[in-house]
């Protein structure tokens, strides 16, 4: 607390902005990651601050997601600790059911975050050993600046923060209408248009396919190989199938059996241009990232080419794409799957535990804890099941030391007379 004083006293103007002392951990994101960090938190007893740039939780599922989404896994590898599904959700829980799970969740363990609360910059003080976290509040046409100081802070905004928008040769001049796949809810409004989907992982495949079920004619660019996997193998999850196997099986073994196995459902997709990369799905998954397409029927429209696979973009013109095996094809609209960013570059002033992508530099299982009270959730690519393992540890590692720190702050009396500060 000395120190606080003498980081307050040393910031001439401190007190013309409005701040808080937090009595634990600031967690950044009220998305999954977020909710599911302060629910552990709040079985230990530690309390906490959750800052919200969105006006609601979850703002990723709520606002950028189409509505045909479902969740690609079975409900048991998504679900959030301490708390199941419901027994009457389906194996895989549709995008409202999930967000209905997600709200109970937030509701059982009281979670309130701090919503329309954007981060503008967050720093260690060496000084002091405290996080300073600068955000602006929107209300309306008004905008308020505040400050939160604490020991902790978790990094909860996710893989997917930002919309990654390509720079593509004369998008400008097409003249159609143009949105990225954050934006799409459904092809109802596309009927009878020809629409250029730009990318092939999931949300590519699935636009197109709910494209196709509202009788658009979707063309899909597939730039480079792709992964497909059908969803289910023989009646079990292909994701389960494989989490099983790799119990006793090294990743380059489980990735040839599940090629074999996908070559016997879904046969040679080479020929529908769908190139497969050299390395296996797994591998590729846990080197690079890239999630392998969990096929849920756009592989039986691209065969009835109802979706017309194409390869990369060259350049665009007024309602007309050319590509770069020189075609050229008419198009009505364009939708851009092509993915998302992490944000905390734009924010987070720190360099040894996050890299300039946006993630943390250590690989799993160790890119959950930095220095100096530094935290990092949901950033395994390993989905909600990666973000819970996270949230447990991070919870149990702050609950050690904010427990000590509380039992040694009872056996003395702190004088504390300046009433700017409130503590949560």
């Not at 027994?87 to 967000?99: S, V």
């Amino acid at each position: 607390m000395d120190n606080l004083f003498r980081l307050v006293d040393q910031d001439q103007g401190f007190f013309q902005r409005k701040w808080t002392l937090v009595n634990g951990p600031v967690i950044i994101g009220a998305g999954p990651s977020g909710l599911a960090t302060a629910a552990c938190l709040r079985e230990q007893g530690v309390p906490f601050v959750v800052l919200e740039r969105a006006e609601c939780i979850a703002s990723l599922w709520q606002k950028r997601t189409y509505d045909r989404l479902k969740l690609h896994l079975p409900k048991q590898f998504c679900q959030l600790p301490k708390m199941p599904f419901p027994e009457d959700f389906p194996e895989y829980p549709t995008k409202r059911q999930f967000i209905d799970y997600l709200e109970s969740y937030a509701k059982h363990f009281d979670i309130n975050p701090k919503f329309n609360e954007c981060v503008q910059s967050a720093r260690f003080d060496e000084t002091s050993g405290f996080w300073r976290v600068k955000t602006v509040v929107t209300s309306g046409l008004n905008k308020t600046e505040f400050e939160y100081i604490c020991r902790w802070l978790v990094v909860a905004t996710g893989e997917n923060a930002e919309r990654v928008v390509p720079d593509i040769d004369g998008l400008a001049e097409f003249g159609g209408e143009i949105i990225h796949a954050c934006d799409y809810k459904s092809g109802e409004k596309f009927q009878g248009k020809k629409v250029l989907v730009v990318g092939c992982g999931n949300s590519g495949m699935e636009v197109s396919l709910d494209l196709c079920n509202h009788n658009a004619s979707p063309s899909m660019v597939v730039r480079s190989s792709v992964h497909v996997l059908p969803r289910e193998i023989f009646g079990k999850s292909t994701f389960e199938l494989a989490f099983l196997m790799l119990k006793g099986l090294p990743i380059w073994l489980v990735d040839k059996l599940l090629l074999i196995l996908s070559w016997l459902v879904l046969g040679n997709i080479e020929k529908y241009g769908l190139k497969r990369p050299s390395m296996g799905p797994l591998q590729l998954k846990n080197s690079k990232g890239k999630t392998p397409v969990l096929d849920i029927g756009a592989l039986e429209k691209i065969r009835s080419g109802d979706i017309n696979v194409v390869p990369g973009i060259k350049r665009f013109s007024r309602g007309q794409v050319e590509l770069v095996n020189g075609k050229k094809v008419d198009i009505d609209s364009v939708v851009l799957a092509t993915g998302y960013r992490s944000n905390v570059p734009s924010w987070l002033q720190e360099g040894e535990f996050f890299s300039k992508n946006g993630f943390p530099k250590a690989t799993f299982p160790n890119g959950w804890k930095g220095n100096g009270g530094l935290y990092a959730v949901g950033f395994t690519r390993r989905g909600l099941s990666g973000a819970s393992s996270d949230a447990m540890q991070i919870a149990k590692d702050i609950g050690m030391v904010w427990k000590q720190e509380t039992k040694q702050q009872t056996k003395r009396t702190v004088a504390c007379h300046r009433r700017c500060i409130s503590q949560f």
